[in-house]
């Protein structure tokens, strides 16, 4: 059974706990207290509790469940949630990996550098969080805000945890300007959700396969990753493009595999294998149909 663990810390007041301090998103400069990974599993109990910092929560693998203010998000994979600071939550089980920030909106209280743990409710007592912070051109960060398809924020989440784990020079700037740009992100991916209800962000879908074109992905793959039917994700994905998925997929592999030829790479098969093709012969033929010239001609006239 895994219980929260309490520490006693001497924890100042934040801004005037009625008025509070409003802002606007550029004048953000992030600090970043903490970055981890959070393994959750259908027996891990949690108590509501009372963060005294901003949290963020990204979903690294599996389905996580979160309950703030109440109010249960059932959050799939590549799914951001934020929390601010003073908004009550709790941890329910379920089998997910997160992967958690906390951290403070300025660089007020950044002389408290150790990880402060969420206060059990119960024992809030005169605590107050660091910052008491609303945003005039970003409501979503007043209390908390739920964001789905968010892999395109996974590289950011992953340079901050690589840059606070190695605490190289520099890294408390490194990891500021990494939140900063997730917090911008997310800002302009829930205005962009508040005009358009439906959710679908084509981008998400368009940088997830640029990431992954080596792979065999399809609609219904795709489908299953983002949570949207497999016929919409394939119009949406067209209209966005101009070329189906199996398309667009072959394009990128070509130009995948000239940037290894033009490198110095002339092993075909080793070329097309590390391209996503799983035939060389087929690659060649591809590769002649799209180039006009077969790749071991094209390698030759490059050395």
Same mark, same amino acid.
């Given at each position: 059974?895994?219980?929260?663990?309490?520490?006693?810390?001497?924890? +100042?007041?934040?801004?005037?706990?009625?008025?509070?301090?409003?802002?606007?998103? *550029?004048?953000?400069?992030?600090?970043?207290?903490?970055?981890?990974?959070?393994?959750?599993?259908?027996?891990?109990?949690?108590?509501?509790?009372?963060?005294?910092?901003?949290?963020?929560?990204?979903?690294?693998?599996?389905?996580?469940?979160?309950?703030?203010?109440?109010?249960?998000?059932?959050? +799939?994979?590549?799914?951001?949630?934020?929390? =601010? @600071?003073?908004?009550?939550?709790?941890?329910?089980p379920a089998n997910s990996v997160y992967?958690?920030?906390?951290?403070?909106?300025?660089?007020?209280?950044? !002389?408290?550098?150790?990880?402060?743990?969420?206060?059990?409710? &119960?024992?809030?007592?005169? *605590?107050?969080?660091?910052?008491?912070?609303?945003?005039?051109?970003?409501?979503?960060?007043?209390?908390?805000?739920?964001? +789905?398809?968010?892999?395109?924020?996974?590289?950011?989440?992953? &340079?901050?945890?690589?840059?606070?784990?190695?605490?190289?020079?520099?890294?408390?700037?490194?990891t500021s300007i990494e939140l900063s740009?997730?917090?911008?992100?997310?800002?302009?991916?829930?205005?962009?959700?508040?005009? *358009?209800?439906?959710?679908? !962000?084509?981008? =998400?879908?368009?940088?997830?396969?640029?990431?992954?074109?080596?792979?065999?992905? !399809?609609?219904?793959?795709? @489908?299953?990753?983002?949570?949207?039917?497999? =016929?919409?994700?394939?119009?949406?994905?067209?209209?966005?493009?101009?070329?189906?998925?199996?398309?667009?997929?072959?394009?990128?592999?070509?130009?995948?595999?000239?940037?290894?030829?033009?490198? %110095?790479?002339?092993?075909? @098969?080793?070329?097309?294998?590390?391209?996503?093709?799983?035939?060389? !012969?087929?690659?060649?033929?591809?590769?002649?149909?799209?180039? %006009?010239?077969?790749?071991?001609?094209?390698?030759?006239?490059?050395?």
């Amino acid at each position: 059974m895994k219980r929260m663990i309490l520490i006693t810390i001497p924890i +100042p007041c934040g801004t005037d706990e009625k008025k509070g301090l409003v802002m606007e998103l *550029k004048d953000i400069n992030p600090f970043v207290r903490f970055s981890r990974f959070l393994t959750i599993q259908e027996h891990s109990e949690f108590s509501e509790c009372c963060p005294i910092d901003a949290r963020l929560f990204f979903v690294e693998s599996g389905e996580g469940k979160i309950m703030v203010n109440y109010k249960t998000f059932v959050m +799939p994979a590549y799914s951001l949630l934020f929390i =601010n @600071s003073g908004q009550n939550y709790r941890i329910l089980p379920a089998n997910s990996v997160y992967n958690a920030i906390n951290f403070d909106f300025t660089q007020k209280f950044s !002389n408290f550098e150790a990880p402060i743990p969420p206060v059990n409710i &119960k024992n809030m007592g005169g *605590k107050t969080p660091f910052e008491r912070i609303t945003f005039s051109d970003a409501p979503c960060f007043d209390k908390y805000c739920f964001l +789905p398809d968010c892999y395109s924020l996974r590289q950011h989440f992953i &340079k901050i945890m690589d840059t606070y784990e190695k605490k190289l020079p520099f890294y408390r700037l490194n990891t500021s300007i990494e939140l900063s740009l997730i917090l911008l992100k997310a800002a302009q991916k829930s205005e962009k959700r508040t005009q *358009k209800k439906d959710g679908l !962000n084509i981008e =998400n879908i368009i940088e997830y396969v640029q990431n992954h074109y080596c792979e065999e992905l !399809n609609n219904t793959e795709l @489908s299953k990753i983002f949570h949207f039917h497999s =016929n919409y994700i394939n119009s949406e994905f067209k209209k966005h493009t101009g070329k189906s998925l199996h398309g667009y997929m072959l394009e990128l592999r070509i130009l995948k595999s000239i940037s290894l030829i033009e490198s %110095g790479f002339t092993d075909i @098969s080793e070329i097309a294998h590390s391209c996503g093709f799983g035939d060389s !012969n087929y690659f060649s033929r591809y590769f002649k149909k799209k180039t %006009g010239i077969s790749p071991i001609k094209y390698a030759k006239q490059q050395h």
